[in-house]
């Protein structure tokens, strides 16, 4: 059975980028007679704001969906710490204690989510105690899997390329927000019996290290669908950050407008976007 997912976080209203983001994965699990779950991914620290999953839930209603919710990540923090010991006691995760702007300055390539870790403390003999981050060894993780791959349904058969990463954060230095986005979402995919993870195509280079991730913890291996994007005017993806919600494309404020939903959920459909709204070229597209 198809079972996909739609995992927001509660920092910021959703906006149309969301809206598109979840009717695909509803789309495509209701096409296979399969299942459709949110999961709030409510780990953000102090950006987390608690009410606004009731606005999420709310908005989704809105555009006529129907989904099943799983526990939000909040509860699976003991899951984890334990993924996270188990990968310590393996030896594939080293403690670091740089800041970012030390990382800045010592970094020789830029990624995909920006410059790469240098790798300062790895092999570094210091006691991990008070504020360190856990970094991933991904060259010595990957040596013990062997080469990987993994499939996007949009993509095709890919060679898993961690590397473009690097040594990637899997346990934060902020105690209360302990696990990394990518640690994170490994294991709830895995918990909530996802088989296609469908996102945007902007967390396509984060699915190397989901699939490392995968491969050391055991996990079963998903199918990978990553969406074109909503862009603004500036040709920039519709997002939280950016106010896009503020920008008269948040889905609260167009539902309590009177807004159909269902009407604009089907025009997200068939690609009517409204003025100064564009969808980015997809993956299939690309050399
Ligand atoms: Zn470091």
């Not at 990540?73 to 984890?80: D, E, H, I, K, V």
């Not at 996102?199 to 280079?205: A, K, V």
């Not at 959920?265 to 976007?273: E, N, P, V, Y």
């Given at each position: 059975m198809t079972v996909t997912r739609f995992a927001p976080s509660p920092n910021g209203p959703l906006h149309l980028g969301h809206a598109f983001s979840a009717i695909v994965a509803h789309d495509l699990a209701k096409a296979?007679?399969?299942?459709?779950?949110?999961?709030?991914?409510?780990?953000?620290?102090?950006?987390s704001r608690p009410g606004l999953a009731g606005e999420f839930r709310a908005d989704l209603a809105w555009l006529g969906l129907e989904w099943d919710e799983?526990?939000?990540?909040?509860?699976?923090?003991?899951?984890?710490?334990?993924?996270?010991?188990?990968?310590?006691?393996?030896?594939?995760?080293?403690p670091c204690?740089?800041?970012?702007?030390?990382?800045?300055?010592?970094?020789?390539?830029?990624?995909?989510?920006?410059?790469?870790?240098?790798?300062?403390?790895?092999?570094?003999?210091?006691?991990a105690e008070g504020d360190v981050a856990w970094r991933l060894d991904t060259a010595e993780a990957l040596r013990r899997t062997?080469?990987?791959?993994?499939?996007?349904?949009?993509?095709?058969?890919?060679?898993?390329?961690?590397?473009?990463l690097g040594d990637v954060v899997l346990v934060r230095k902020e105690p209360e927000t302990p696990a990394s986005y990518h640690l994170a979402v490994?294991?709830?995919d895995a918990a909530d019996g996802v088989t296609l993870?469908?996102?945007?195509?902007?967390?396509?280079?984060?699915?190397?290290?989901?699939?490392?991730?995968?491969?050391?913890?055991?996990?079963?291996?998903?199918?990978?669908?990553?969406?074109?994007?909503?862009?603004?005017?500036t040709g920039?993806?519709?997002?939280?950050?950016?106010?896009?919600?503020?920008?008269?494309?948040?889905?609260?404020?167009?539902?309590?407008?009177?807004?159909?939903g269902r009407v604009r959920?089907?025009?997200?459909?068939?690609?009517?976007?409204p003025a100064g709204v564009t969808l980015s070229s997809g993956l299939e597209n690309r050399p």
């Open positions: 296979q007679g399969g299942r459709f779950l949110l999961r709030i991914e409510d780990i953000d620290g102090a950006r799983m526990p939000a990540q909040s509860t699976r923090l003991a899951f984890y710490a334990e993924a996270a010991e188990r990968l310590r006691s393996e030896g594939v995760l080293y204690r740089c800041t970012r702007a030390q990382i800045v300055a010592a970094a020789t390539k830029v990624g995909p989510d920006g410059p790469v870790y240098p790798g300062t403390c790895r092999g570094a003999s210091f006691a062997g080469p990987l791959t993994w499939r996007d349904e949009l993509a095709g058969e890919q060679a898993a390329r961690p590397e473009l490994t294991i709830d993870v469908t996102r945007g195509m902007d967390l396509f280079p984060a699915t190397h290290i989901h699939r490392l991730l995968q491969a050391l913890l055991g996990l079963p291996v998903p199918t990978w669908h990553h969406h074109p994007l909503l862009l603004d005017e920039h993806k519709l997002a939280k950050r950016r106010g896009s919600a503020g920008a008269g494309f948040g889905l609260a404020d167009r539902r309590r407008a009177g807004e159909d959920a089907d025009s997200l459909r068939a690609g009517r976007l």
